[in-house]
C-alpha cells in the first residue's frame, strides 16, 4: 500500500513565524504535491514537484515556498505565517506515467496561525 | 477553465436507503476522473478512477460510472460506516501539466 506520511497532525504557529511542513511518501513516486483545503473550497494545490529539485507553482502559490532534495521528501514552507494562512494542509503523491495517475494523499497538517 | 461540480452538497440516508452522488465535469482533454472518500480530520482516500464514457467500477456498496460529462457514484444499501465526504476529481492535459480539479464534495451521512 502506499503510504504518505505528515510530520503533524496539528501545529499552531504566531503570525509571522517561519512554518515548516514536511511530506514523505515510500513508493518511489516521481510526482508530489501539497494542497490546502478550506469549507467551501476544496481542495487548491500550492504547489508540485515532478521530481527532485523541480518544482511548478500550483493555483495558489502566494506566501509559501518548496523543497524537494529527495525523491521521497516533499516539504512546504510558510516564509511569513499569516492567519489567512489557518487550513488544513494536505500532500499526495502519484507517478506520472501508466495511465494510473490517481494521487494519494497523507493525513493532513490542520494549521492554526494565531 | 476545468470545472468540477457535486451534487447534492449534503446528504442524509437511512440505512440500506439507495442513492446516487452526481459529478458533473467541464474540460478539455479528459485524462481521468477519480473518486475519493474523506472522512472528518483525514485525507482523501482514493477509491475509483474512470478513464472513459460507459465504464463502470465496483467497490463493496459503492458503484461509479461515468458519461461524457458526468460521473455518479452509486450506493446500494448504505451502512452508517459509509458517512463521509465523497470528493470527485477530474485530470485534464493543461499545458503539459496533469492538472487535476476537485470539487467540493458531497457529505453523506447514513442514519442507523
Known amino acids: 500500500d502506499v503510504k504518505v506520511t505528515q510530520s503533524s497532525r496539528y501545529l499552531v504557529k504566531r503570525t509571522g513565524e517561519k512554518v515548516f511542513l514536511e511530506c514523505v511518501q515510500d513508493m518511489d513516486h516521481e510526482n508530489m504535491f501539497w494542497y490546502r483545503q478550506d469549507p467551501g473550497l476544496g481542495l487548491r494545490l500550492i504547489y508540485f514537484?515532478?521530481?527532485?529539485?523541480?518544482?511548478e507553482k500550483g493555483d495558489i502559490p502566494e506566501g509559501y515556498s518548496v523543497s524537494r532534495e529527495k525523491k521521497e521528501r516533499f516539504s512546504l514552507i510558510l516564509e511569513s505565517a499569516s492567519t489567512n494562512q489557518t487550513s488544513m494542509y494536505l500532500c499526495?503523491?502519484?507517478?506520472?506515467?501508466?495511465?494510473?495517475?490517481?494521487?494519494?494523499f497523507g493525513p493532513g497538517t490542520r494549521l492554526t496561525v494565531t | 477553465e476545468d470545472q468540477v461540480t457535486q451534487s447534492p452538497e449534503a446528504l442524509r440516508l437511512q440505512e440500506g436507503e439507495s442513492s446516487s452522488l452526481n459529478c458533473s465535469y467541464t474540460?478539455?482533454?479528459?485524462?481521468?476522473l477519480f473518486w475519493y472518500r474523506q472522512d472528518p480530520g483525514k485525507g482523501p482516500e482514493f477509491l475509483f478512477t474512470?478513464?472513459?464514457a460507459g465504464e463502470e467500477k465496483e467497490k463493496e456498496r459503492l458503484k461509479a460510472t461515468l458519461t461524457k460529462k458526468e460521473s455518479f457514484l452509486h450506493i446500494t444499501a448504505p451502512k452508517p460506516e459509509d458517512s463521509a465526504t465523497y470528493l470527485c476529481a477530474v485530470q485534464a492535459d493543461s499545458g503539459g501539466y496533469q492538472k487535476v480539479t476537485f470539487g467540493i464534495g458531497t457529505k453523506l451521512q447514513v442514519i442507523p
Open positions: 514537484s515532478y521530481d527532485v529539485k523541480m518544482k
Open positions: 499526495a503523491s502519484s507517478i506520472p506515467w501508466g495511465g494510473n495517475y490517481e494521487q494519494y
Open positions: 474512470l478513464y472513459s
Open positions: 474540460v478539455s482533454g479528459l485524462r481521468g
